[in-house]
């Protein structure tokens, strides 16, 4: 079973009153894999962002079915799902370990039960153990990254969904990221993230998803994409010149 499957998504934002409306996805289909990494990736502004927030309705789409395992969004089929937004509030007043406990909290509510041992492994895995009881604030923003990581992978969940996990890291961060990705794919975690550089999917992602201008360009396995069209801008020339998109 395809751990998410989307198909038929449009959303438009409607514009003010001398602005004109903006239909930002256009009839957006794709699923993923079980047990597979499936990069997301476009050019800023393409719409990798607001499919992700359809995802969990915090957009509502204007029209569109999504499934998380055969099953719509909904509290039970949530606690499968681990989800790093673009920008997380992060309440720079707590320590890293606070922070986890407010996120499981939204998730079970007062059940502390099995909280200390899985903040412990999640803290481990992001290497923040040591750092648990500084507040955010004294972070860095590699450490900012990887702590909310560390939220999204708190609940083991079967699907993690990350929405541009490396931007604005360093090169020790990007790789410290990466190292943290590959260990939740070892696994067996579902992994969907998000990034405008192609360059990052090479080597975490089987598979991939292409969006431009809110079309899907491209969906399959990543190997073929790169034999076909090696680059973003390649693929785009292509199926420009071949009239097939709107590009
Ligand atoms: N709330 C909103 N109201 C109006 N337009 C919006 C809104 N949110 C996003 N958009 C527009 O929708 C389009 C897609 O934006 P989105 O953030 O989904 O792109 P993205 O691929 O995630 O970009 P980036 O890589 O820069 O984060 C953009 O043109 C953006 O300006």
């Not at 719509?72 to 681990?82: A, D, L, P, Q, S």
């Not at 937004?85 to 707590?94: A, G, I, S, T």
């Amino acid at each position: 079973m395809a751990a998410l499957t989307v198909e038929g998504l449009n959303k438009t934002f409607r514009g003010g009153l001398f602005e004109k409306d903006r239909h930002v996805l256009r009839d957006v289909s794709f699923s993923l894999r079980e047990g597979q990494t499936t990069g997301f990736v476009g050019s800023n502004g393409s719409g990798k962002t607001t499919t992700i927030k359809c995802l969990f309705d915090f957009i509502h789409p204007d029209s569109g079915t999504i499934r998380f395992f055969g099953q719509e969004i909904g509290n039970e089929v949530k606690t499968r799902i681990g989800y790093l937004p673009e920008r997380p509030y992060l309440y720079e007043f707590l320590t890293g370990e606070e922070f986890l406990k407010l996120h499981w909290n939204l998730c079970y509510g007062s059940v502390t039960k099995d909280f200390a041992e899985r903040a412990k492994e999640s803290l481990r895995k992001v290497d923040l153990l040591e750092a648990k009881d500084r507040r955010l604030r004294t972070y860095s923003k590699g450490m900012l990254q990887r702590v909310g990581i560390a939220q999204a992978i708190l609940t083991r969940p079967d699907l993690l969904i990350l929405d541009e996990p490396m931007s604005g890291l360093d090169p020790d961060g990007r790789a410290m990221v990466k190292d943290i990705l590959r260990e939740e794919q070892k696994r067996g975690m579902t992994l969907f993230f998000s990034s405008h550089l192609l360059q990052d999917m090479e080597e975490l992602c089987s598979d991939l998803v292409v969006i431009n201008k809110g079309q899907i360009l491209y969906k399959g396995d990543l190997p073929t994409f790169m034999s076909e069209f090696q680059s973003l801008e390649k693929a785009f020339q292509v199926l420009k010149n071949k009239g097939a998109m709107d590009v």
